[in-house]
């Protein structure tokens, strides 16, 4: 995996600006904070971030894929207020689950998701190396 970071830009803090992998694809559908059974345990943003990273893992597991293999993430929030406020706890929670390493990001704040009580829908892909 090669990481594209221009020589002339400032390093971003949480992700990565770009990257260039050879390798099998795994595409996650956007995970939001419900459980396997479909429930919500928390209307807590910082919660439903950590849930929606737990279930993206556990799919990438079906791949025998590891998070460190995701090259992009798309966060789709309800409030970007919110994201930004629970910024300690996600970072938190990205790190326990996903770890240190800093995908390619893009984050908007939409109107709202398919399911009422989502704050926020996180898609990923994956590369496997060769």
Same mark, same amino acid.
């Given at each position: 995996?090669?990481? #594209?970071? *221009? *020589?002339?830009? *400032?390093?971003? @803090?949480?992700?990565? /600006?770009?990257? %260039?992998?050879?390798?099998?694809?795994?595409?996650?559908?956007?995970?939001?904070?419900?459980?396997?059974?479909?429930?919500?345990?928390?209307?807590?943003?910082?919660?439903?971030?950590?849930?929606? #990273?737990?279930?993206?893992?556990?799919?990438?597991?079906?791949?025998?894929?590891?998070?460190?293999?995701?090259?992009?993430?798309?966060?789709? !929030?309800?409030? @970007?207020?919110?994201?930004? $406020?629970?910024?300690? %706890?996600?970072?938190? $929670?990205?790190?326990? #689950?996903?770890?240190?390493? /800093?995908?390619?990001?893009? $984050?908007?704040?939409?109107?709202?998701?398919?399911?009422?009580?989502? @704050? !926020?829908?996180?898609?990923?892909? $994956?590369?496997?190396?060769?």
């Amino acid at each position: 995996m090669q990481v #594209l970071q *221009p *020589p002339a830009w *400032p390093r971003p @803090k949480g992700y990565a /600006n770009g990257f %260039a992998v050879r390798g099998r694809l795994v595409f996650v559908a956007g995970m939001i904070g419900w459980d396997a059974e479909g429930r919500f345990p928390s209307d807590d943003f910082a919660d439903q971030v950590r849930q929606a #990273l737990a279930n993206i893992v556990e799919v990438l597991r079906e791949a025998r894929a590891l998070p460190e293999h995701i090259v992009r993430m798309t966060w789709y !929030v309800t409030d @970007k207020r919110e994201y930004l $406020a629970a910024g300690k %706890a996600i970072g938190q $929670a990205y790190r326990e #689950l996903i770890g240190s390493y /800093n995908a390619a990001m893009t $984050a908007v704040q939409v109107t709202a998701l398919m399911e009422d009580r989502a @704050k !926020v829908e996180i898609e990923v892909t $994956a590369v496997i190396p060769d």
